[in-house]
């Protein structure tokens, strides 16, 4: 068969097998890394009490969409199966949406990567210069969190 005459499953092949000898090497994407920022970034939903989906702009001309820990707290899942714990975490979510609400444009310092793929963690600052983090610990609708291991949820948050 021609070199040109392959098919494409192929080349997606070869290609994969490239970028994978051509990576750097696993330190490289150390998630302890801390890239001091500010980042601008503007909020574009609030996924939970204690996580933000955000357009950041690292750079000029440049957005991207990434969803942001928010660091220091926990916040009660959503998702839980404990009604209690999800009612807790229906209003952490209701008590950040109400202060993103107010924002036009967030800051984003000392930005590392979080445990779970996709997301980072940051100190969140709003244009006013409140620490929703600290503004939801201070309401009693989070916990401090320093990402270590959780405690198994026994249908009570606290």
């Known amino acids: 068969m021609e070199p040109f005459n392959r098919p494409a499953p192929f080349y997606l092949a070869v290609l994969t097998c490239a970028a994978f000898l051509g990576a750097p ?3 490289a994407f150390d998630r302890t890394a801390i890239i001091e920022g500010p980042v601008r970034a503007e909020i574009i939903r609030v996924i939970d009490g204690d996580t933000l989906l955000v357009a950041a702009k690292p750079w000029p001309q440049q957005t991207m969409e990434v969803y942001v820990r ?3 707290i926990d916040a009660p899942e959503i998702k839980s199966d404990c009604a209690s714990t999800r009612t807790l975490g229906e209003q952490a979510q209701a008590a950040l949406a109400a202060m993103a609400g107010e924002q036009s444009e967030i ?3 000392h930005i590392s990567g979080d445990k779970y793929f996709g997301r980072v963690l940051a100190d969140v600052t709003l244009t006013d210069g409140r620490n929703p983090a ?3 610990l201070s309401g009693g ?3 401090q969190y320093d990402g270590g291991r959780k405690n198994a949820e026994v249908c009570s948050f606290w």
């Open 70 to 72: 928010l660091r220091g």
């Open 107 to 109: 800051r984003l310092l």
């Open 25 to 27: 090497p696993a330190q």
């Open 141 to 143: 609708f989070v916990r």
């Open 134 to 136: 600290q503004e939801l």
